[in-house]
C-alpha cells in the first residue's frame, strides 16, 4: 500500500450536529472521524468541487477569448450526428 503524504494539522470548526454524524459514521465504519472527513471532502471535490473549477476554467478561457462561435459548434454536433447515422 503506497503511503500517503499528509498536510500539517488544520483546525476546523464544525455544527455540533455535522461532527455527531461524523462520528456516528467513524464509530460504524470502525475508523477515524479524520478518514470520514477526508472521504467527504474528496467526493465534495470530485463534484461540486470540480464543476466550479471548470466553471472557474470557463471564465478564465473566455477572458482571454478563448471561445468558439455557437453556429460552429452546433454545425460541427450536426455533422458528427449525421456521421454516426451513417
Excluded at 24 to 29: N, S
Excluded at 63 to 75: A, F, S
Amino acid at each position: 500500500m503506497t503511503k500517503v503524504t499528509l498536510s500539517d494539522p488544520i483546525a476546523l470548526r464544525l455544527p455540533v450536529d455535522v461532527l455527531a454524524d461524523i462520528e456516528k459514521i467513524a464509530a460504524t465504519a470502525d475508523r477515524t472521524r479524520s478518514w470520514v472527513m477526508v472521504r467527504a471532502l474528496r467526493y465534495y471535490l470530485l463534484n461540486e468541487g470540480a464543476e466550479i473549477l471548470e466553471i472557474a476554467e470557463g471564465l478564465e478561457d473566455a477572458k482571454h477569448g478563448r471561445l468558439h462561435d455557437l453556429e460552429d459548434v452546433l454545425t460541427e454536433l450536426e455533422r458528427l450526428a449525421r456521421d454516426d447515422a451513417a
